[in-house]
């Protein structure tokens, strides 16, 4: 048994059972059962073209917290990927996981700009305020968040949670959301192809930043092609904004700290320039 690394609220483990390995994921406490079993039945569930997730092997109880086994994957993670990729591979990379994200399957939900509006309150009461947290929040608060379409997602689509295996491209780690929709998977993975979040604890290469400049050119161009493609960007930079603020509650280091303010006036200058245009 290995223990693995992880910032879900769970206790992740590597098992090696009469060698064949499996990947257990067990609630780090009574009160994170219940998301750990929406997380669970999410992947069950999971579909989306081209990307493929763990198989589930089984689930239980143990000692009171939820649990369940999954087929380990054995692959490069695609931040590490990003290093070495080859230029011609990243136009067809980013295609395929752009166009395997459930974007024809979105409906718009009327009720979503309440949903994100309390969200955001909800939010506000924990956060210990600076200034670029109070330029974000009201920047949140004013924005219309009613075309945010209801769809399938990862939840947690990082460039840490996809696997290239020689068996396809898979997704770990999915996460349930008080909002699913296509365009938060996409501020996730903005957030590390953009902003640096999956690198943040080291130094990147020259060769590394002009990889992930390529990969948003990509990202960009595909977003742009879709009716209303500039205000779905604008939307999706208004995600990203608020995916960061959700961190500061549970970021106590000052490099962190840092970092999240220094993405934040990234996010909101990029919002500006969007709504220049």
């Known amino acids: 048994m290995k223990k693995l690394s992880g910032?879900?609220?769970?206790?992740?483990?590597?098992?090696?059972?009469?060698?064949?390995p499996f990947v257990r994921k067990q609630s780090g406490s009574?009160?994170?059962?219940?998301?750990?079993?929406?997380?669970?039945?999410?992947?069950?569930?999971?579909?989306l073209p081209n990307i493929k997730t763990p198989a589930i092997l089984r689930c239980g109880v143990n000692k009171g917290l939820f649990y369940f086994d999954m087929e380990f994957i054995k692959g490069v993670v695609m931040s590490q990927y990003m290093n070495n990729i080859k230029v011609e591979e990243i136009e067809h990379l980013t295609s395929l996981l752009f166009h395997s994200l459930q974007?024809?399957?979105?409906?718009?939900?009327?009720?979503?700009?309440k949903i994100f509006k309390t969200k955001i309150a909800s939010l506000e009461k924990m956060l210990d305020k600076n200034i670029v947290i109070e330029k974000?929040?009201?920047?949140?608060?004013?924005?219309?968040?009613?075309?945010?379409?209801?769809?399938?997602?990862?939840?947690?689509?990082?460039?840490?949670?996809?696997?290239?295996?020689?068996?396809?491209?898979?997704?770990?780690?999915?996460?349930?959301?008080?909002?699913?929709?296509?365009?938060i998977d996409v501020a996730k993975l903005l957030q590390d192809?953009?902003?640096?979040?999956?690198?943040?604890?080291s130094s990147m290469s020259p060769i590394l930043k002009k990889n992930l400049l390529l990969v948003k050119d990509v990202m960009y161009r595909k977003i742009l092609e879709l009716n209303c493609g500039k205000e779905k960007l604008l939307t999706i930079y208004h995600l990203l904004?608020?995916?960061?603020?959700?961190?500061?509650?549970?970021?106590?280091?000052?490099?962190?700290?840092?970092?999240l303010d220094n993405a934040c006036m990234i996010c909101l200058q990029?919002?500006?320039?969007?709504?220049?245009?």
């Open 7 to 20: 910032h879900s609220g769970c206790n992740i483990w590597l098992i090696e059972d009469h060698e064949r």
């Open 103 to 113: 974007i024809k399957k979105g409906k718009q939900y009327i009720g979503a700009d």
């Open 136 to 183: 974000a929040l009201s920047k949140l608060k004013n924005f219309d968040f009613s075309f945010v379409p209801r769809s399938g997602c990862c939840g947690d689509l990082t460039l840490e949670n996809i696997i290239l295996s020689p068996k396809g491209i898979y997704v770990i780690d999915l996460l349930d959301s008080f909002y699913n929709s296509w365009m």
């Open 241 to 259: 904004l608020l995916n960061l603020v959700r961190i500061y509650p549970y970021s106590s280091e000052a490099k962190t700290i840092k970092f």
């Open 193 to 201: 192809i953009h902003l640096g979040w999956a690198y943040r604890d």
């Open 270 to 277: 990029t919002i500006k320039n969007l709504e220049e245009k």
């Open 30 to 47: 009574l009160t994170y059962n219940m998301r750990l079993k929406r997380q669970f039945i999410k992947q069950r569930k999971f579909s």
